[in-house]
């Protein structure tokens, strides 16, 4: 009973901000993707904010019960960051997977996405096994926590340029900081990093924060770390769900260059159990690995995660050549990281 309770509201909360786009609103008018798909993730253009929402509440529709969809904030721009849950939210064991909070390697949002439906494909169907241990099994008190877009306001600039925002404070903003880049240009926007406000939303995190010198020192595209650790909206957000749960694992997905990043100076047990996870995850993808941490800028969530909560956690870089990578690299992407989520929950088992 709690949980249809549960479901009803969350899927409240994702009508209205659904309901807040005049496009996406005459398309949950009439019916939303469920039993008989496609999804609008099974596209060639770029997959936007509001296919995204849609999906996800298309997801919860189709698996209640299953998967519940919520918002874990609004952005300065009014958009809302999805956040699915699968499984059991008292679980023991909590797994993140994150996509997009790199404005310009939105193709990892849609990465997340055929993921996350592979895997309730496989759920549902009830025989799914890996490496000779049963999904249900696998799934044993965990739950799974999919962030497939964790910087929407940031993606709609780089995929559709500023005037796709919905507010005139978000455009002034962003207009403010192209004077301080010295940008504006159509490419310049299409290389968009940050969220709306300039700020590097990876560059947020209390990892060796104060240590970072950002390149740019001002509002910018990319790499500008903030005022203060979290001073972002999203950042909070993710900050905040990662304390309320006993996380085990995360996986954050960047673009690109097809390596593995795991190391954050962490010793002891915690050095063990975030190499075997790094090495489970690069035998399955193929990408390797790199350890080489301080040519690296600090104070992503990974680097977070490891060094102030102890959660073995991967920066998983995909694709490769200049993002927003062509649609031509999603299927090979989404190839060789079909047994990722798989072998994340076999790490734990
Ligand atoms: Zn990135």
Redesign the pocket.
């Known amino acids: 009973m709690k949980k249809i309770v549960l479901l009803t509201a969350v899927l409240g909360v994702m009508f209205c901000f659904a309901g807040a786009c005049p496009a996406a609103a005459a398309t949950a008018a009439v019916k939303l993707p469920g039993n008989s798909g496609p999804w609008r993730v099974d596209t060639q253009q770029p997959y936007l904010y509001e296919d995204v929402v849609l999906d996800c509440l298309g997801l919860a529709e189709r698996y209640p019960g299953i998967i519940a969809a919520d918002s874990l904030c609004t952005t300065f721009d009014g958009r809302q960051v999805p956040h699915l849950l699968i499984g059991d939210v008292k679980a023991a064991k909590h797994v993140l997977i994150m996509g997009a909070?790199?404005a310009r390697?939105y193709m990892t949002s849609q990465l997340v996405m055929k993921q996350t439906i592979a895997f309730l494909e496989a759920l549902e169907s009830g025989t799914a096994s890996y490496k000779g241990v049963s999904l249900a099994e696998l799934m044993q008190d965990t739950a799974i926590h999919v962030l497939p877009l964790a910087n929407p306001d940031g993606v709609t600039i780089s995929q559709l340029g500023p005037q796709a925002l919905h507010t005139e404070a978000a455009r002034r903003k962003v207009n403010e900081i192209a004077a301080l880049d010295g940008g504006g240009s159509a490419q310049y926007y299409l290389r968009w990093?940050a969220n709306a406000e300039g700020v590097d939303l990876?560059r947020q995190f209390d990892g060796r924060w104060a240590e970072y010198k950002d390149p740019a020192g001002h509002p910018s595209s990319d790499h500008y770390k903030g005022t203060s650790p979290l001073c972002t909206t999203e950042a909070a957000a993710f900050a905040e769900l990662t304390l309320r749960y006993p996380f085990k694992r995360t996986i954050s997905y960047?673009?690109q260059g097809g390596v593995i990043y795991w190391y954050f100076g962490q010793q002891g047990s915690l050095l063990d159990e975030t190499k075997a996870f790094a090495d489970a995850i690069s035998a399955v993808t193929g990408y390797p690995e790199d350890a080489n941490y301080q040519k690296l800028d600090p104070a992503g969530y990974k680097d977070w995660a490891i060094e102030k909560l102890g959660i073995p956690s991967l920066t998983v870089e995909v694709g490769s050549g200049t993002c927003p990578l062509p649609a031509s690299q999603l299927p090979d992407m989404i190839l060789r990281n079909k047994d990722v989520w798989m072998e994340t929950l076999f790490s734990l088992h």
């Open positions: 909070i790199h390697e990093k990876n960047h673009e």
